[in-house]
């Protein structure tokens, strides 16, 4: 499995490319092909954690990808490292010419460094591609520089893909992705509300860093942990406006025909499709209703989603 490590444990030298690489989209893995191009050294990404603008504007900023998420799909790339770098407010002190000399040069030992045609980096972003050719001139370093990836929609990019997510178009995301959307958690005790309706969820604990598309009923594909089997499902995200509308945002999953202890385990969940969005209705029994439909139109979405991606 490729390695998540620190700057002091890196494999080198490397063929290295920096950046968040958050969503790992199209325009991403153009600059993932050019370090893997240059196999004779390690194929290398390097990300800050935390975010840079966590640190100095104090915003949250959640991830499409968390670093573990992006192990595998890295791997699948030719990544063999993803290095995190910690970032700092020392670190954001760092002019530009330092950046490439103690971090690049001698801490991560690139001998090919690849870079987006707008790449900004270093104290108050001083640096620019321009700064990197000055600073390998007289070296064997290699510099690539990658232009900047659009489709007929404008530039392809991780806010892109937020946007398509929050919107629930996860249609466009996924042509963005190259994949689908997914996220993972632990089932939790829940209040045992929807058993009793005979509709019984999984309650979700998921990392508070993780990016989620838009509130609403969704019929979404779940996978156990240690299995590869994907069971239909439907996935309530937000609040719970019938039971309770003061209790906070969750995730719900209600695996269909399916009678499984998960507390405990974690989940994969990977939204398809948006149902609808949420509603207070009037009492129990006209959500559980609702909950009947929302199971029959999943199953349709699914048997139409087998019928088009069937190799048979």
């Not at 900023?61 to 407010?89: A, H, N, T």
């Not at 870079?115 to 007289?138: E, L, P, Q, Y």
């Not at 992705?177 to 209040?191: A, D, E, I, M, T």
Request: some cysteine; charged content about 25%.
């Amino acid at each position: 499995m490729i390695s998540l490590i620190s700057p002091s444990e890196v494999n080198s030298p490397t063929s290295i490319a920096i950046g968040s690489f958050d969503g790992l989209h199209a325009g991403h893995r153009q600059l993932i092909k050019s370090v893997v191009e240059e196999n004779q050294y390690t194929p290398t990404i390097a990300s800050f954690w935390p975010h840079p603008r966590e640190v100095l504007y104090k915003e949250t900023r959640l991830r499409l990808d968390l670093p573990y998420e992006k192990l595998s799909i890295l791997e699948d790339l030719g990544i063999e490292q993803l290095v995190l770098i910690p970032f700092d407010l020392g670190l954001s002190k760092l002019s530009a010419e330092k950046f490439v000399s103690d971090i690049l040069i001698n801490q991560l030992q690139a001998k090919n460094i690849s870079v987006g045609a707008n790449f900004k980096f270093g104290f108050r972003r001083s640096g620019d591609i321009n700064t990197i050719k000055n600073m390998i001139k007289d070296t064997d370093i290699k510099l690539k520089i990658i232009p900047i990836l659009e489709d007929k929609e404008g530039r392809i990019s991780s806010s892109r893909i937020r946007d398509l997510l929050e919107k629930s178009d996860l249609k466009n995301a996924f042509k963005i992705l190259n994949r689908p959307y997914s996220f993972n958690g632990k089932v939790v005790k829940g209040k045992g509300i929807g058993k009793s309706m005979g509709w019984p969820t999984a309650n979700l604990e998921i990392d508070g860093r993780k990016f989620l598309p838009g509130e609403g009923v969704y019929a979404s594909w779940t996978t156990i942990e240690n299995s590869n089997k994907k069971i239909e499902s439907v996935m309530n995200l937000g609040s719970q406006p019938t039971i309770n509308p003061l209790l906070p945002s969750a995730v719900e999953v209600h695996l269909i025909n399916k009678d499984i202890d998960l507390y405990g385990l974690n989940l994969s969940v990977e939204p398809v499709e948006k149902l609808r969005s949420q509603i207070k209705f009037k009492n129990i029994d006209q959500l559980s209703n609702q909950i009947k439909k929302d199971t029959d139109n999943a199953l349709k979405i699914f048997k139409n989603y087998k019928k088009i991606n069937c190799k048979c």
